[in-house]
């Protein structure tokens, strides 16, 4: 069993930085292919962006492309997600996934992650 914990979230200004973290239980979490989604308020949720396990490869999706940064360390147990130039529209809780096998190519499909997080709030000011 893989535990994930967010945290970095929180009230922030328009145009301004964040960096998420995502730490992980298991001594297996370098194996383990790694994404970020999102949800709005009346939203569905949606990807945002991924990492191989050995962090070699990045996903993002195209409305966070340049601004978002995916990156981990292994060392760590820990996802990261920096966040740039922030949007009001970046408004969202955020959640970390992990997928159980190395083989999979981690991207938007949610139902290949296999363990979630419980998010993070972020929250733009203007």
């Known amino acids: 069993q893989v535990r994930l914990v967010e945290s970095g979230g929180g009230t922030v200004q328009e145009g301004s930085s964040l960096k998420l973290s995502c730490a992980a239980s298991?001594?297996?979490?370098?194996?383990?292919?790694m994404g970020w989604f999102r949800q709005a308020p009346g939203k569905e949720r949606e990807f945002v962006a991924a990492?191989?396990?050995?962090?070699?490869?990045?996903t993002y999706a195209d409305s966070v492309k340049g601004r978002f940064t995916i990156s981990r360390d292994n060392a760590k147990n820990t996802v990261y997600l920096q966040i740039n130039s922030l949007k009001p529209e970046d408004a969202a809780v955020y959640y970390c996934?992990?997928?159980?096998?190395?083989?999979?190519?981690?991207?938007?499909?949610?139902?290949?992650?296999?363990?979630w997080g419980q998010g993070t709030q972020v929250t733009v000011s203007s």
């Open positions: 996934a992990a997928v159980r096998s190395r083989t999979v190519v981690p991207g938007a499909r949610q139902n290949v992650y296999d363990y």
């Open positions: 298991g001594r297996t979490f370098s194996n383990y292919p």
């Open positions: 990492i191989s396990w050995s962090g070699g490869s990045m």
